[in-house]
């Protein structure tokens, strides 16, 4: 696989040979880099919910997680 990428502030990075999963790693790593270059934007993450149980005999929320 061969990675090249360039940012809008100048940046460069292009590799071809070596393992995949460090070829992943150094991209990954140069995109993280250039967020506020407006290279890429940031990837969603998921939002923990809290939540709480709910006591059906009680009719009360319990403890929230």
């Given at each position: 696989?061969?990675?090249?990428?360039?940012?809008?502030?100048?940046?460069?990075?292009?590799?071809?040979?070596?393992?995949?999963s460090?070829?992943?790693?150094?991209?990954?790593?140069?995109a993280?880099?250039?967020?506020?270059?407006?290279?890429?934007?940031?990837?969603?993450?998921?939002?923990?919910?809290?939540?709480?149980?709910?006591?059906?005999?009680?009719?009360?929320?319990?403890?929230?997680?």
């Open positions: 696989m061969h990675i090249d990428m360039q940012c809008s502030c100048g940046a460069a990075f292009q590799i071809e040979n070596g393992p995949e460090l070829k992943m790693l150094y991209a990954e790593r140069f993280a880099s250039h967020f506020g270059c407006g290279f890429m934007t940031q990837v969603a993450r998921d939002v923990n919910d809290s939540t709480s149980s709910y006591n059906i005999t009680t009719g009360k929320r319990e403890k929230e997680y």
